[in-house]
């Protein structure tokens, strides 16, 4: 396979505070790949840098072969980007922006631009600071998109979207990528990425802390589970369980962490007289805890 992004030990600093720090990853073509991390993690800046929106402090990145900083708008030409924050030009329509971009672009298929609109339930005769945010934001996945582009760059693109069009929205990008687009998809949403990509990079506190398969990206994944019973349980019945930890007894109620399948504990809970039984997924900043030990700090 042929690497359409390959980013080598990039690093931007902004002075005191943390940007990234020698980020290195690739991704071949007609790949979706994964750019996980906490909100602050440095994802946005791992994008803008190798976009050259902003220059790095050192390491480079290249697209298509072409390093970024040497020829940005021969990049910009074969790329969709939807930005995580982006406002545009509060008085003009939604048709008029979709125009306005397309022209830069010397003009795209009007049919394939209509059926975006349409299948994104777009109104495009509204100003855009009439919009909503997630109408704003189907604005912005329709500029990544009509102009067909060779590699996707997607900035928390689902920020904002309803459930049914975030559905819509990784139906196109499926389509994209079978004929032929690579994917570069940034999220701090685990199941988000999870459902998506073939492969996938965490970014924590600037730094590249794992690059894995989605496979192997599940042995990251826990739950938190919370049992209440008609009577005391012993803990012991749990604790070496495999995959469990982090057992704690309150009354007639255990808590406890559960990597991989949940199938031992339900069993094990099934002993007793189970009154009831919850069991959620925690968000990636929870996970991360739990991994790292450290919350992360507050930079894109």
Request: charged share 25%; hydrophobic share 40%.
């Amino acid at each position: 396979m042929t690497a359409i992004v390959q980013i080598e030990k990039l690093t931007k600093s902004y002075g005191a505070q943390r940007g990234i720090i020698e980020v290195d990853l690739s991704i071949e073509q007609g790949e979706v790949f994964g750019f996980l991390g906490p909100n602050g993690a440095g994802k946005t800046t791992t994008i803008r840098t190798m976009l050259d929106l902003i220059r790095p402090t050192s390491g480079r990145a290249l697209v298509f072969g072409i390093e970024s900083s040497a020829d940005p708008v021969a990049i910009h030409r074969r790329v969709g980007y939807i930005p995580g924050e982006f406002t545009l030009y509060d008085r003009l329509t939604g048709k008029q922006t979709l125009a306005y971009f397309a022209n830069l672009r010397g003009g795209v298929d009007a049919a394939y631009q209509q059926r975006l609109i349409e299948r994104f339930e777009l109104d495009p005769s509204r100003r855009f600071r009439e919009y909503s945010k997630g109408n704003k934001q189907k604005v912005g996945v329709v500029i990544a998109l009509q102009h067909r582009p060779e590699l996707l760059v997607l900035d928390e693109p689902t920020s904002g979207l309803d459930p049914l069009v975030q559905q819509t929205f990784f139906a196109t990008l499926r389509e994209a990528v079978a004929d032929g687009a690579s994917v570069f998809l940034s999220s701090h949403i685990l199941s988000e990425v999870e459902k998506s990509a073939d492969r996938v990079a965490i970014i924590r506190e600037g730094r590249i802390v794992k690059t894995d398969t989605v496979e192997g990206l599940r042995d990251l994944a826990h739950h938190q589970v919370e049992l209440r019973f008609a009577g005391p349980v012993p803990t012991s019945e749990f604790e070496h369980l495999p995959g469990v930890s982090d057992v704690v007894a309150d009354d007639h109620v255990l808590r406890l962490r559960v990597a991989g399948p949940i199938t031992p504990v339900v069993q094990a809970a099934a002993r007793y007289e189970l009154l009831d039984f919850v069991s959620r997924e925690p968000s990636l900043e929870e996970t991360f805890l739990a991994q790292y030990g450290q919350a992360p700090a507050e930079v894109k």
